[in-house]
């Protein structure tokens, strides 16, 4: 693989929920590992749900560009989550509150010109601090929009 991981903590700074050898990720908690500027067990970290992941930045022949790596960007993307009219589906989660106007219009365009529908996410603030659900919108065609938009209503696993 071309890209390693470190610096990078895009999916260990707690905007991802995940527990982490029994310690709870979640936001204002990033995992008690995390330097902020690596991971301090690096070697040891856990297969799930750490060694096991691998984000859209850092994947073999990735399509996202090197400003794009996820800590710095502040998106994380998986790609391929779903499928919806034969086409793969992309998410794109924030680093953050929500994805900053610069990579999520580049998304939106790599979404439209490789036909590859995307959800991204925004973290939802409630007065108690970041509701554990974020909420989903979807990108493409019409059709796709609103059937994320229906899923979303329901409470469905987008992913
Ligand atoms: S966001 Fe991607 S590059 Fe960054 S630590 Fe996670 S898997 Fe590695
Ligand atoms: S153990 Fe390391 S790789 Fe895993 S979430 Fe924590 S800081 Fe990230």
Redesign the pocket.
Known sequence: MS????P?????DGWVRMEVYGHEVAPGKPCRFSTGAG?AIYEERPADPCKN??????MEDSPYPEWM???RAKV?IIPGVRAWQGRPVDLAVP?GRRIPGRALDWLKRYATEQARPLIYTEQVLTPEGYAVDQQAIGYGPPDFQEEIRRLAETGAKLW
């Open positions: 890209r390693e991981c470190q990078c903590t895009g999916c260990c991971c992941f691998i984000c859209g930045w850092r790596r996820p800590d994380l680093v």
